[in-house]
């Protein structure tokens, strides 16, 4: 517990909060340790928090009594540690959290000591979430801040309210809390079985008592509120199995399943709450034709009234009195068959069963509209499907038994998330090489190790997954060929969650070496894996093995589990490996890295060498469960431009930001927010592109609609602060021309931009229609409540044309929510220019008219050549680049000592690496050109020169296996090109 506003940053020994005469707000930072409770809560097991509350202990005061005012005192989480956050401004901190609890109000001057108490449960459970570990925010701690009653601004002087601290001899007045809960096991997959998730597609409550209302984005309540007849309340569900990728399974022989409901509390009061059986039926009272839908659904049009009498009752569930709220409620499905249920969306009818006629409380369910909280959902659990060794698709479940007899609680392992309409796709380990500075120790297939001994020399791991093959593969098999309307070739991808993971083998060696803490890190490799490797080849620097930089990427890299200490059991550890599955599956070129293998080292925690070698099961060990393996959970996506008649070409945005109304500068920030969330109020994001690196004059589009698309990386929702449970709303995004120039690091919502001291304003607060922007909307986009990340594209090819024109016009585009602006729920987020991930940034795809690199002659003229002269005027020509193809100007050559046309650079070691940007002959016929020598001292002759037939434009781009070396041109082809540059030039 300390003081952060005396900024010596030491505990205090009283807790002390509010504002006195002469002194700033004074706050308390209180931390406290849930590790014990943390350690009961895993993959197998729940921790509910039922009940806590916070105890302080007022302490008589005897100053500033007339400038008492009424107050509490508030519990606010911080979102980041507190030693970074700003406590110049206490009052209005965007990292201290909104309230979750407050003590009794103090009416009167504490003129005595007196205990007080606040309830702590929504606040815990900030921490420990009682929906699983994963859902646990990071425990920052909070602190207590003070709060008038009477409307007062917190910075106006009153009275300093102390609480004892934690240095008080009495416990019992010692800040301290309680906390009542309880420890439940996490429903799961039988072994042999895989676990599918399958998305809430349609959820609604439908009440007898309103039977033509809809109640869509509500929370789900079922039962009768009041016991009598007419106003029973029953909630429907459906399910996207569509989209959960099934058909790969065998569901003939699937025997579990359950829908996962999280409850929310009683509605009335929980006294009077009854033990509530819900049973669960197939919904079947649809007029023919029709289709459940969520937005339209009430008690009358699904037909509620003509339930059956005795139903097909699928399954049962029991919410007793003492249900804690916030907690998970799991139907398990026993009375039906799972394959026939899983036909089509299923649709499910939530029915309470007889109730008393006493009035008493009924459960409440969080609904779609739920952010922190899980969603209804349907879990199955199937056999995996049988695969090949080259493309395995979703199979991989890691096993958690040990090489030891010892039993062991499993680490927390996953495999990727499958994103909504997305895919799995999991790739075995093949090609592997250990190399080691020398000493060289003994090998055994089964393992294969990383790390360094005292003894021994280090030894690194180089490891291949056929990826390219196994996603164009996978992909197919899951979603088939892509949409022949399209006219694209095939799918692209959107990597949204991939990981890597290895086996660990206890260390059973009688190294008494103190262990150096640290991990195992991946990095991609800068050329192909050589399986004949050694620690000297074929690195560039030899016998020093691989070097940052130079042959592997160390900027870019995935950190597996940190190892604190010598390994005794064996267990899965894991690395996240989107970033760098993102960099080899992008569309862009320029981002695009090849798939050249991986090298894993062991890197230590302190930066000394390693002490240990550290082990893991290889991939010709028998049990194939304990195989390294990855996976890789994707989108796949038809791009809205195929552009296969002309070229694609993709161009960096010069800047954006987003203005909210906070009125602060958003413009290095890693993400845009658009949308409405809550508070915060509405958000709108400002992108531009620097038209003038667009050669108008040189490039043309392929056509006049529907050939230059922004192109941004959705997020997901998210929520800036609580707003009386805002619910995520579909948001229809409309982009609007610009029409004021506008500089990212000084736009807010009240100020465009800046020139020295005086500001340029909008004309209107968060941008004015028609003088800031054009009413009028360019392009749409609907994202969906739920909707997972993607990519989102906007067509601006009519905005961008108008730039073309007049690039004077060319202030970018603004994008905001074209229908509920004003509506609060989430914020929608997507990857700004600031984004650390470069391929999640936004671009441009610009579809041009296909490069052209075509030969044009020159001005017939005569031939100078050894003091000769040609006896007639001769017509040459040369390369002329049009529609971009590429410049005229030898660029790069020159710099590297070539003339124009010679494309191929060297390394130092004579190594072809790089084709150079040109617009070069690709193909020339000879011609004989007569020499008239008279005044020269040598005879007449024949001259041979070249005549361009065809020309080709070649990039600056590395040499890959598949690009073959051109042929050196000639020494007179040389010569040629060189007096042709000069002639140019004059």
């Given at each position: 517990m300390e003081d952060p506003t005396d900024e010596d940053n030491l505990a205090t020994d009283e807790v002390v909060v509010g504002k006195t005469s002469g002194s700033g707000v004074k706050i308390t930072y209180v931390s406290f340790d849930f590790d014990d409770i943390l350690a009961l809560q895993d993959e197998t097991h729940n921790v509910w928090v039922y009940e806590s509350n916070i105890f302080l202990k007022i302490k008589e005061s005897t100053e500033n009594r007339g400038d008492f005012r009424p107050q509490v005192t508030e519990i606010r989480p911080i979102s980041k540690n507190i030693v970074p956050i700003d406590k110049t401004d206490l009052v209005t901190n965007s990292d201290i959290e909104e309230p979750t609890g407050e003590f009794r109000e103090i009416k009167v001057f504490p003129s005595n000591d007196r205990r007080t108490v606040a309830e702590f449960t929504d606040t815990i459970q900030k921490y420990i979430n009682p929906s699983g570990e994963k859902y646990n925010k990071d425990n920052n701690g909070i602190v207590l801040v003070n709060k008038y009653t009477d409307g007062s601004d917190e910075r106006v002087d009153g009275t300093n309210i102390r609480y004892y601290g934690v240095d008080e001899e009495e416990t019992e007045a010692q800040p301290h809390i309680d906390v009542c809960y309880k420890v439940v096991e996490v429903e799961s997959c039988p072994y042999g079985t895989e676990e599918v998730v399958i998305v809430v597609k349609h959820v609604v409550t439908v009440d007898k008592e309103n039977p033509n209302t809809n109640y869509n984005g509500d929370d789900l309540e079922i039962g009768s509120p009041d016991g009598t007849e007419g106003t029973e309340k029953r909630v429907i569900v459906s399910?996207?199995?569509?989209?959960?990728?099934?058909?790969?399974?065998?569901?003939?022989?699937?025997?579990?399943?359950?829908?996962?409901?999280?409850?929310?509390?009683?509605?009335?009061?929980?006294?009077?709450?009854?033990?509530?059986?819900?049973?669960?039926?197939?919904?079947?009272?649809?007029?023919?034709?029709?289709?459940?839908?969520?937005?339209?659904?009430?008690?009358?049009?699904?037909?509620?009234?003509?339930?059956?009498?005795?139903?097909?009752?699928?399954?049962?569930?029991?919410?007793?009195?003492?249900?804690?709220?916030?907690?998970?409620?799991?139907?398990?499905?026993?009375?039906?068959?799972?394959?026939?249920?899983?036909?089509?969306?299923?649709?499910?009818?939530?029915?309470?069963?007889?109730?008393?006629?006493?009035?008493?409380?009924?459960?409440?369910?969080?609904?779609?509209?739920?952010?922190?909280?899980?969603?209804?959902?349907?879990?199955?659990?199937?056999?995996?499907?049988?695969?090949?060794?080259?493309?395995?698709?979703?199979?991989?479940?890691?096993?958690?038994?040990?090489?030891?007899?010892?039993?062991?609680?499993?680490?927390?392992?996953?495999?990727?998330?499958?994103?909504?309409?997305?895919?799995?796709?999991?790739?075995?380990?093949?090609?592997?090489?250990?190399?080691?500075?020398?000493?060289?120790?003994?090998?055994?297939?089964?393992?294969?190790?990383?790390?360094?001994?005292?003894?021994?020399?280090?030894?690194?791991?180089?490891?291949?997954?056929?990826?390219?093959?196994?996603?164009?593969?996978?992909?197919?098999?899951?979603?088939?060929?892509?949409?022949?309307?399209?006219?694209?070739?095939?799918?692209?991808?959107?990597?949204?969650?991939?990981?890597?993971?290895?086996?660990?083998?206890?260390?059973?060696?009688?190294?008494?070496?103190?262990?150096?803490?640290?991990?195992?890190?991946?990095?991609?490799?800068?050329?192909?894996?050589?399986?004949?490797?050694?620690?000297?080849?074929?690195?560039?620097?030899?016998?020093?093995?691989?070097?940052?930089?130079?042959?592997?990427?160390?900027?870019?890299?995935?950190?597996?589990?940190?190892?604190?200490?010598?390994?005794?059991?064996?267990?899965?550890?894991?690395?996240?490996?989107?970033?760098?599955?993102?960099?080899?599956?992008?569309?862009?070129?320029?981002?695009?890295?090849?798939?050249?293998?991986?090298?894993?080292?062991?890197?230590?925690?302190?930066?000394?060498?390693?002490?240990?070698?550290?082990?893991?099961?290889?991939?010709?060990?028998?049990?194939?469960?304990?195989?390294?393996?990855?996976?890789?959970?994707?989108?796949?996506?038809?791009?809205?431009?195929?552009?296969?008649?002309?070229?694609?070409?993709?161009?960096?945005?010069?800047?954006?930001?987003?203005?909210?109304?906070?009125?602060?500068?958003?413009?290095?920030?890693?993400?845009?927010?658009?949308?409405?969330?809550?508070?915060?109020?509405?958000?709108?994001?400002?992108?531009?592109?620097?038209?003038?690196?667009?050669?108008?004059?040189?490039?043309?589009?392929?056509?006049?609609?529907?050939?230059?698309?922004?192109?941004?990386?959705?997020?997901?929702?998210?929520?800036?602060?609580?707003?009386?449970?805002?619910?995520?709303?579909?948001?229809?995004?409309?982009?609007?021309?610009?029409?004021?120039?506008?500089?990212?690091?000084?736009?807010?919502?009240?100020?465009?931009?800046?020139?020295?001291?005086?500001?340029?304003?909008?004309?209107?607060?968060?941008?004015?229609?028609?003088?800031?922007?054009?009413?009028?909307?360019?392009?749409?986009?609907?994202?969906?409540?739920?909707?997972?990340?993607?990519?989102?594209?906007?067509?601006?090819?009519?905005?961008?044309?108008?730039?073309?024109?007049?690039?004077s016009s060319d202030h970018g585009i603004m994008i905001k929510d074209g229908e509920h602006e004003s509506v609060p729920g989430y914020f929608l987020k997507f990857a700004s220019l600031n984004h650390p991930d470069p391929t999640t940034r936004p671009y441009l795809m610009v579809c041009q008219k296909k490069p052209q690199c075509e030969p044009e002659d020159l001005p017939p003229q005569k031939i100078y050549n050894h003091g000769c002269v040609s006896h007639e005027n001769i017509t040459l020509n040369y390369c002329v680049a049009k529609n971009g193809a590429c410049s005229a100007d030898d660029g790069t050559a020159v710099d590297y000592g070539y003339f124009v046309g010679v494309s191929a650079l060297f390394d130092e070691f004579h190594v072809l690496r790089t084709f150079c940007k040109c617009c070069t002959d690709s193909a020339a016929n000879k011609i004989p050109v007569a020499m008239n020598c008279e005044g020269a001292d040598r005879e007449d002759y024949t001259e041979e020169v070249w005549y361009i037939t065809s020309c080709e434009c070649q990039r600056c781009q590395e040499i890959s296996k598949s690009r073959k070396k051109r042929a050196t041109p000639s020494k007179t082809r040389l010569l040629l090109r060189s007096a042709l540059k000069s002639m140019l030039r004059k």
């Open positions: 399910f996207n199995v569509d989209q959960a990728g099934l058909d790969q399974y065998d569901l003939t022989n699937v025997t579990k399943a359950w829908i996962h409901l999280t409850f929310k509390d009683y509605v009335g009061d929980r006294l009077n709450a009854v033990n509530n059986t819900i049973i669960v039926t197939p919904l079947t009272t649809l007029d023919e034709g029709a289709v459940f839908d969520e937005e339209t659904a009430t008690w009358e049009n699904t037909g509620m009234d003509n339930q059956p009498e005795n139903p097909e009752v699928i399954a049962t569930i029991v919410v007793p009195q003492e249900q804690p709220g916030i907690t998970p409620i799991v139907i398990k499905i026993t009375e039906a068959e799972i394959e026939k249920m899983l036909e089509g969306n299923p649709t499910f009818v939530l029915d309470p069963t007889d109730e008393p006629t006493s009035p008493h409380s009924i459960p409440e369910f969080f609904g779609k509209g739920e952010k922190v909280f899980p969603k209804p959902s349907l879990h199955v659990c199937v056999p995996y499907p049988e695969t090949t060794s080259t493309t395995p698709t979703q199979t991989h479940t890691p096993t958690f038994t040990t090489a030891s007899t010892t039993p062991t609680t499993p680490p927390p392992i996953s495999n990727c998330t499958i994103p909504n309409g997305g895919g799995r796709i999991v790739i075995d380990l093949k090609e592997y090489i250990v190399i080691q500075e020398e000493p060289v120790s003994p090998e055994n297939p089964n393992f294969v190790h990383i790390g360094q001994t005292s003894s021994e020399g280090e030894k690194i791991l180089l490891v291949y997954f056929d990826l390219e093959k196994a996603v164009t593969e996978g992909v197919i098999e899951q979603f088939g060929e892509p949409p022949a309307d399209q006219d694209q070739e095939r799918w692209d991808i959107s990597v949204t969650d991939s990981k890597m993971n290895f086996r660990l083998t206890p260390d059973e060696t009688e190294n008494e070496d103190p262990w150096q803490p640290g991990r195992a890190v991946l990095y991609p490799l800068k050329k192909l894996l050589k399986t004949n490797s050694t620690w000297s080849y074929p690195w560039l620097e030899g016998n020093t093995g691989p070097v940052d930089g130079i042959d592997y990427v160390g900027s870019v890299n995935a950190e597996f589990t940190k190892l604190k200490k010598r390994p005794e059991v064996g267990r899965w550890i894991q690395a996240t490996t989107t970033t760098i599955a993102r960099y080899i599956f992008t569309e862009r070129d320029d981002l695009r890295m090849s798939n050249n293998g991986f090298m894993l080292k062991y890197v230590t925690e302190s930066g000394e060498d390693a002490s240990h070698f550290v082990s893991f099961d290889s991939p010709e060990l028998a049990d194939e469960e304990f195989r390294p393996f990855m996976d890789i959970c994707y989108v796949p996506s038809v791009r809205p431009i195929p552009c296969t008649e002309g070229q694609l070409v993709y161009y960096d945005l010069n800047a954006d930001t987003y203005i909210a109304k906070d009125n602060m500068v958003h413009g290095t920030e890693p993400h845009l927010f658009i949308g409405n969330s809550g508070w915060a109020g509405k958000s709108r994001a400002l992108i531009d592109f620097d038209i003038s690196t667009f050669n108008t004059e040189l490039t043309a589009l392929h056509q006049d609609t529907k050939s230059v698309f922004l192109r941004l990386w959705y997020e997901g929702a998210e929520l800036s602060k609580p707003y009386n449970d805002p619910r995520q709303i579909e948001r229809e995004l409309d982009a609007h021309k610009i029409l004021k120039a506008w500089n990212e690091n000084f736009a807010t919502s009240k100020w465009a931009s800046q020139s020295g001291n005086n500001k340029n304003p909008w004309n209107g607060d968060m941008m004015e229609e028609l003088n800031d922007f054009n009413s009028e909307e360019i392009s749409s986009d609907t994202l969906s409540e739920g909707e997972d990340q993607h990519n989102v594209y906007f067509d601006i090819t009519k905005v961008f044309k108008e730039w073309m024109d007049d690039k």
